[in-house]
């Protein structure tokens, strides 16, 4: 059974930074690609950072990155603006129905 929980949110000043994380199990973690995606409120749920299961880390506006050992993907956030505020998670492509509980990021002065 797929299970993937999302950890590391939380209220942040413009400007800062948060890593979030996301321990799967329930799958052979290192064989699959991995995703963040967020929602923000009134808004589709839209894609962040995506990983392949070769992909040691992919740096973007993001950077995502994951620990085959620990079964764990991570976002790490930086330069955090209000726009950014909403809920994240992560997303295997072993089930791609499946969804986390999400993990809220708010971003205020």
């Known amino acids: 059974q797929v299970h993937l929980v999302e950890s590391g949110g939380g209220l942040v000043k413009p400007g800062g930074s948060l890593t979030l994380s996301c321990v799967a199990s329930?799958?052979?973690?290192?064989?699959?690609?991995m995703s963040w995606y967020r929602q923000a409120p009134g808004k589709e749920r839209e894609l962040v950072a995506r990983?392949?299961s070769v992909e040691e880390s992919v740096k973007g506006r993001f950077t995502i990155s994951r620990d085959n050992a620990k079964n764990t993907v991570y976002l790490q956030m930086n330069n955090l603006q209000p726009e950014d505020t909403a809920v994240y998670y992560c997303?295997?492509?072993?089930?791609?129905?499946?969804w986390g509980q999400g993990t809220q990021v708010t971003v205020s002065s």
């Open positions: 997303r295997t492509n072993y089930r791609l129905d499946y």
């Open positions: 329930g799958f052979t973690f290192r064989n699959y690609g």
């Open positions: 990983i392949s």
